[in-house]
């Protein structure tokens, strides 16, 4: 079983001065190996926990034909005022766009919207319409690309480079699974973006083109979870599919590229495959509940001191899967002893591979301490000794 490190952010639980804790959260990962999918790169990641799920050569720079018309879609909508807006296509503009590119067909002094424009290069993957956008927005190709790529840095992202709004093959242009897999997350963000990638069946404003979405095509392969998604092709990039999934209250984003070019729908087989095995196999499960007690110390006075988790935590695993905990560190702490010292660790373990570790710290100041069974001797003591001197004084 593969194990991939998540780390979560720095929690606290501490109360006084001293508050530090860190959480390392290792997500137990189905095996690689147990899909034979034909995609070559690929990442399932669930947004309600931010988690990476699944991962086949997430890294790896490679190119990915029109999942690169995402970046057009997200940058042009976010640099056009009125989506709505009528404008009437100039087809110079586009004049040069090579012969191979699917487009969808513009014509001279066609009147459309910026918002037509944006389903046809998202549910048709039309580069005239991709093009258009780009040079809507600056006055040239290279300028967009500028533009594109620094929304890629803002991001956050270090595996991509943008040349070209429609995602024909140029040599320095690539990306990776994890990078589309981010820009799609960040895109979905964007209500006008969401709305589109999500459409299943559109018609142009002025009547002249419809088409449908790839969701279409998911829902007749049984694939339904698949909400939205963006396709690309090139005999370089092989089939690639970005998509939108959600499955009851749970929503995912899974990416897969170069899948082969035999099957024209390997890309989805090969996403409701990973979908399928996952739901299947494996189900979202609370570890861990706030201020469950995660161990107990004792001080040298016998006092005992609770160590609460101080939030609930989850973790993906295999529905039959054997889930243990351990603490390692002290058990006993005196005086010496200050707030905020690191007592030990505490670890939980699926099928005996590790996928929690936290550091676990003193929370209380030590003082002297008597404990409630030795207060209440020490009462009757006194009492029967004040009694036995009052008893003597009496006699006297």
């Not at 999942?67 to 009528?86: C, F």
């Not at 087809?91 to 699917?102: F, G, L, Q, T």
């Not at 595996?159 to 699974?177: H, R």
């Not at 690191?342 to 591979?353: A, M």
């Amino acid at each position: 079983m593969r194990i991939l490190n998540d780390i979560n952010n720095v929690v606290n639980i501490m109360k006084l001065k001293k508050k530090l804790l860190f959480i390392i959260l290792f997500l137990v990962c189905f095996n690689v190996k147990a899909l034979d999918i034909s995609s070559k790169n690929a990442i399932l990641i669930n947004l309600n926990t931010d988690t990476i799920v699944y991962e086949k050569n997430k890294d790896e720079r490679v190119s990915i034909a029109s999942l690169q018309k995402i970046l057009t879609s997200i940058v042009s909508i976010e640099n056009i005022d009125n989506l709505d807006e009528k404008i009437t296509i100039d087809r110079s503009k586009i004049s040069s766009i090579e012969s191979d590119v699917s487009v969808i067909g513009l014509k001279d002094e066609e009147v459309v919207t910026y918002y037509d424009l944006l389903q046809a290069t998202m549910l048709k993957s039309a580069g005239d319409a991709a093009k258009y956008l780009a040079l809507s927005v600056s006055d040239n190709e290279e300028e967009f690309a500028k533009l594109v790529n620094n929304k890629v840095k803002e991001i956050g992202l270090s595996n991509t480079v943008y040349k070209d709004p429609i995602g024909l093959e140029k040599e320095g242009q690539y990306s990776t699974a994890y990078d589309i897999s981010k820009v799609l997350e960040y895109s979905l963000k964007n209500k006008k973006f969401k709305e589109i990638f999500l459409t299943s069946n559109y018609k142009f404003s002025d009547g002249e083109f419809e088409f449908s979405g790839p969701n279409v095509i998911s829902s007749k392969l049984d694939a339904s979870y698949i909400k939205g998604g963006k396709t690309g092709y090139t005999s370089k990039a092989g089939l690639c599919l970005a998509s939108y999934i959600k499955n009851g209250n749970e929503e995912f984003i899974l990416v897969t590229l170069n899948a082969d070019k035999d099957n024209k729908n390997q890309a989805f087989l090969d996403q409701k495959l990973i979908m399928d095995y996952y739901l299947d196999n494996y189900k979202l499960k609370k570890i861990i509940r706030k201020n469950d007690v995660l161990t107990t110390v004792k001080t040298s006075f016998g006092e005992e001191i609770q160590l609460l988790a101080d939030e609930d935590y989850y973790a993906y695993v295999n529905k039959d899967s054997k889930i243990d905990y351990k603490y390692e560190g002290k058990t006993k702490v005196n005086l010496k002893n200050k707030n905020g010292d690191k007592l030990g660790e505490y670890h939980i373990y699926v099928d005996n591979n590790e996928i929690y570790s936290k550091e676990l710290y003193l929370n209380k100041k030590i003082s002297f301490y008597i404990p409630p069974k030795i207060r209440i001797a020490l009462i009757i003591l006194l009492g029967v000794l004040l009694i036995l001197v009052i008893f003597k004084r009496r006699k006297k």
